[in-house]
């Protein structure tokens, strides 16, 4: 469920791990209003739905909504997948932070969480899930950047002090020491600026991550592997963060896979 929703790629791949494991289902998109998300979430019982993943601009709203919700979600501040349970009661999840800490190690399995200081440019829903997973895995100290103050201390503020609030204009100054670079902005996404970061003060071992996967190889990531840095790509965290939802559904956790992989590039 989204508004709008025919940009997802998740239809792709659920349906890929439905038939591979030759089960009787199917995963739709449903491009559903905000005004009407309450109905929408209240038919799903109704209409035989295992449950729903939930995107842009429904994840906070689906909070008020559900019967309950699951603690991460709930610290986290946003649902991203809602599960009917056998009583025909609604549980709202999110997977955002297990998918990225997943599509990290996947990527670079020689990240520690203790190396060192991690740099979280945004402060959004996605921003939202990093710093929970980062925190959870054991960072010792996030380093919050955004153009918009309020929401950046409205996060840190949340999450405690282990997160540190630093303005925008002190972004470059921010990488001096740091282990790991998140961007959980759109920017550097198909039809976006770059995200206007310049990567001369970062040291040649952190760790760079963008979450955006259109296109898959960001002007961000570009400038990181023209450095040298290791990168960790998008579309791993859109995959990772789709397994706990699929098994909630199906009652099985599906691994990636480079068959899945080259499918969904396929379409980027």
Known sequence: MGWPVAHSRSP??????????????????????PEDLADALRSLPK?????CNLTIPHKVAALAIV???????????????????????????????????????????????????????GAGGAARAVVAALLDAGVPEIRLCNRS???????????????????????????????????TTNQGMHGQSALDLALDGLAPQAVVCDIVYVPRLTPLLADAL??????????????????????????VLPGPSPALLDAVQATL
Do not use: C
């Not at 023209?226 to 009652?251: C, D, K, S, T």
């Open 12 to 33: 792709l791949i659920h349906g890929h791990w439905i038939a591979e494991r030759g089960l009787r289902g199917a995963y739709v998109q449903l491009p559903v209003r």
């Open 47 to 51: 209409l035989g739905f295992a449950g």
């Open 67 to 121: 019967d309950r919700v699951e603690p991460l979600a709930q610290r986290i501040g946003a649902v991203n997948t809602v599960v009917v349970e056998a009583d025909g009661s609604l549980t709202g999840r999110n997977t955002d932070a297990y998918g990225f800490l997943q599509s990290l190690r996947e990527a670079q399995p020689g990240w520690q969480a203790r190396s060192g200081p991690a740099l979280v440019v």
């Open 149 to 183: 103050i309020d929401k950046t201390q409205a996060l840190a503020h949340d999450f405690g002090t282990k997160v540190q609030v630093l303005p925008w204009d002190q972004r470059s100054q921010a990488l001096s020491d740091i282990a790991l670079l998140v961007n």
């Open 226 to 251: 023209a450095r040298g840095n290791p990168v960790v790509y998008g579309l791993g965290m859109l995959i990772h963060q789709a397994r706990p939802a699929f098994e909630a559904w199906f009652g």
